[in-house]
């Protein structure tokens, strides 16, 4: 009688099981029918760790691919209905074919786990473009970063161990710059930079990036390892010697290999001689602007610089002719007949940087002045009269 019952013991285990088994059949097919609600009912009775009858079914891989075509259809739904069963139901079905897989030692399953994260791979690039249309960064982001974890999976990566999307890599960082998430937009810009995904502008992404957090530094640490890198990449340099307009020394070595580079930038030249002028190198700033302008002769701002260089000259020595005691007006006039000629060399620079862009305030400005220390009253009248109106507007 003992045996028997036994027996009788381990048959209804086993049908208890087959039951429990049934439920995973059954949800599958409420799915199947888009009876999605009692299709998440049926499987979570299957994998209630709290149901005892659940022991069978809870540790087959069948089960949670199940789980995870559930959550995936949930996701794709339009019903408000089935949407309200999950707030992340992607995330869901990525965590159900991690377990899945988990369990599937013999890989009887891998065929159809692979199928399925095909699908869940598409729907998180759905879900990252619909997140970016709706300027939700974070959100488009994370989506992005899943893509790349289902790559990642050993068993989807067995199939193409090479394989790396380095454009996914490249749109979970700048969705994440977006989302103002700088630090992952960092990891995941180096990322793709180790692949050498955007060649040089992958670096001057990363040294944005540095900029907007305010770590300087490290932006500039970034532009110099891409210059290593891409030696002859311009923008790089270009951004690099924007990095020094407060140190135009160590901008102008870089601004150098930027117009060794690019012989024929007019614009090199006039940053060359901003910097130039910074310091104080008067005579090759204005060699400097000259060239930018031989280069474009309808670019105003170095006949622009040229004339102002004159004219500080002109104001420096103005000062000099004021110190003269007033007891002694010969060495006076003297010393402010050399600024009178100062001022008369910036006067046609000025005047053909008004001849290029005649609306520009600051040069008006300039003449004005000019035209009154040099004592030309019909055109500091005229000067005056076009930067009132412009100043009105």
Not at 114 to 127: C, E, S
Not at 272 to 301: N, T
């Amino acid at each position: 009688m003992k045996k028997v019952t036994v027996v009788l013991f381990s048959v209804l285990l086993s049908v208890a099981a087959f039951a429990q088994k049934g439920k995973v059949n059954s949800a599958a097919s409420y799915n199947d029918n888009n009876e999605l609600s009692k299709a998440l009912e049926t499987i979570n009775i299957a994998l209630d760790p709290n149901n005892p009858k659940s022991e069978k079914s809870i540790n087959w891989p069948k089960s949670w691919i199940v789980r995870g075509d559930i959550y995936q259809k949930i996701y794709a739904s339009n019903n408000p209905e089935f949407k309200a069963l999950s707030a992340n139901p992607l995330e869901e079905a990525f965590n159900s074919y991690l377990r899945a897989i988990e369990l599937d030692e013999a890989n009887r399953y891998a065929s159809s786990i692979k199928l399925q994260v095909q699908m869940l791979r598409n729907k998180f690039g759905n879900k990252a473009r619909v997140a970016y249309d709706a300027q939700d960064y974070s959100a488009s982001s994370k989506a992005f970063e899943m893509m790349i974890k289902l790559d990642n999976i050993d068993l989807i990566k067995a199939d193409n161990p090479n394989y790396i999307d380095t454009s996914t890599i490249f749109n979970v960082g700048y969705t994440a710059y977006l989302a103002k998430e700088f630090d992952r937009a960092i990891d995941f810009y180096n990322e793709a930079a180790k692949y050498e995904f955007n060649g040089a502008n992958i670096y001057s992404s990363i040294a944005y990036v540095y900029m907007e957090k305010g770590d300087t530094a490290q932006s500039i640490e970034t532009l110099k390892s891409g210059i290593e890198k891409y030696p002859n990449d311009v923008n790089l340099l270009i951004q690099l010697v924007n990095s020094y307009l407060n140190e135009p020394e160590k901008g102008i070595e870089y601004l150098n290999r930027a117009i060794a580079q690019d012989e024929s930038n007019e614009q090199f030249y006039f940053v060359k001689g901003v910097f130039l002028e910074k310091l104080k190198k008067l005579d090759e700033a204005l060699e400097s602007y000259q060239k930018a302008a031989d280069l474009k002769a309808d670019y105003p701002e170095p006949w622009y610089n040229m004339g102002i260089v004159w004219y500080n000259k002109g104001v420096e020595q103005l000062k000099i002719a004021n110190a003269v005691p007033t007891n002694k007006p010969k060495e006076y006039e003297a010393e402010k007949a050399k600024a009178d000629v100062f001022f008369k060399e910036a006067l046609p620079f000025l005047e053909k940087s008004y001849e290029i862009k005649s609306d520009d305030t600051f040069t008006l400005t300039a003449l004005k002045e000019l035209y009154y220390r040099l004592q030309m009253m019909d055109k500091h009248a005229e000067i005056d009269a076009q930067l009132k109106a412009a100043q009105a507007q």
